[in-house]
């Protein structure tokens, strides 16, 4: 299946407007084929095929939504092989997530060392090289892509039932726990979009009805915990923060008044924080990861335009949502790829050398940037 044309007929005099939406179809038609191009045969994503830090591993949280792009896109078994992968990763460790919840029901839990990692090899094994791999969200994200993925292609979701439990179990006794964020950093805190991935990994594994009856009361009743807490502690002046705790706002909150819809776009609290990004975080359609970011100098990523994209058309602002899909889809190179962040307007210039003697130039292409503009073009082709 291809993507629905994008390129509606413009009125007399828009030739502008008919080149750009010829450009982002033809850019989201080339993205699903370079996925899957590079999907591994076990169904594994690799984060990036050549960035020297991301080489041979997948992620959870990347992997989710790089699925999720693919399924919105009409590649169905492409996504349904990424969710094999995760189902087969984490029924190997049944009895390591048995230890985990028992421990932490004994109040007793484990180290955050002992705890699930973020990213695998293709083959399913946890890397041998250091990572700031204790993160919650990847678990929180891969249930939340299964429960859409179902509910678009009436899916039985009973394949991965047995994983769906176990990552319950595990997110239902570890929600509360500090942990690195979307951009493994930060591990002292309870961020704000882990929060809002883990509630809505827990919603949609309740709706695809594979759970007994203890384990969904327990889905049921963390979720509404975790929503009560975001609510409250995970809000300041208005607007969704970036961790609990802090004023400050971080783009992955997108997501949570966006794609995962935990909070409504539309709702005042999903509206100031939609503000809030675009007024600290925001130059032109390109979006900072946060303002104090100082990773290959603090650029500004694609996927985030993508994902606040998302959030501003779940908001009812499809102008805006287009001028940031037209930025990101601008980043793509001269063979199509795109990058996981760009140059041009730089939070911390001075950092860039670090980071390209530590590991190379910046990660290109990034198959989350890819996914994140599939998705995107396929939303706002259904809105119009």
């Known amino acids: 299946m291809t993507l629905p044309k994008i390129d509606q007929p413009a009125p007399t005099g828009a030739p502008a407007a008919r080149t750009a939406n010829t450009a982002i179809a033809a850019l989201a038609e080339s993205s699903a084929d370079l996925i899957a191009s590079l999907q591994h045969a ?58 985990i919840v028992e421990a932490a029901r004994a109040g007793v839990p484990v180290a955050d060392t002992a705890m699930l990692s973020t990213r695998f090899t293709f083959d399913g094994q946890a890397g041998d090289d250091e990572w700031w791999d204790f993160q919650l ?150 979006v900072h990861r946060y303002r104090e970011d100082t990773f290959y100098g603090g650029g500004r990523w694609p996927l985030l335009s993508c994902v606040l994209g998302l959030a501003q058309l779940r908001s009812g602002n499809a102008d805006r949502a287009r001028e940031l899909l037209d930025w990101a889809v601008a980043t793509a190179g001269d063979d199509g790829s795109l990058p996981e962040q760009v140059g041009g307007h730089l939070l911390a210039p001075d950092r860039v050398d670090e980071w390209v003697e530590r590991w190379g130039p910046v990660a290109q292409p990034l198959l989350w940037s890819h996914a994140m503009v599939m998705r995107l073009s396929v939303e706002l082709e259904a809105s119009a």
């Open 42 to 99: 076990g169904g594994a994503y690799p984060a990036s095929p050549t960035f020297s830090a991301y080489t041979g591993y997948s992620w959870f949280r990347d992997g989710a939504f790089i699925a999720d792009g693919m399924s919105s896109y009409g590649r169905a078994e492409s996504a349904a092989r990424f969710f094999d992968w995760c189902a087969a990763v984490l029924d190997a460790r049944a009895a390591d997530v048995t230890a």
């Open 137 to 286: 969200d990847g678990y929180g994200t891969w249930l939340w892509a299964v429960g859409q993925h179902v509910r678009r292609h009436g899916t039985d979701a009973s394949r991965w039932a047995d994983a769906i439990a176990l990552t319950v179990d595990y997110l239902c006794v570890s929600w509360q726990r500090p942990c690195f964020d979307w951009w493994e950093e930060h591990a002292m805190h309870v961020h704000v979009s882990t929060l809002g991935c883990i509630a809505a990994g827990l919603r949609e594994a309740v709706a695809v009805g594979v759970l007994d009856a203890e384990r969904e009361a327990a889905a049921v009743a963390a979720e509404a915990e975790i929503s009560r807490m975001l609510l409250t502690d995970g809000v300041v002046d208005g607007h969704l923060a970036k961790w609990v705790g802090s004023a400050a706002v971080d783009a992955s909150l997108a997501a949570v008044v966006g794609l995962l819809d935990v909070v409504p776009a539309g709702s005042d609290l999903g509206r100031a924080t939609i503000a809030a990004i675009e007024r600290d975080l925001t130059v032109d359609g390109g």
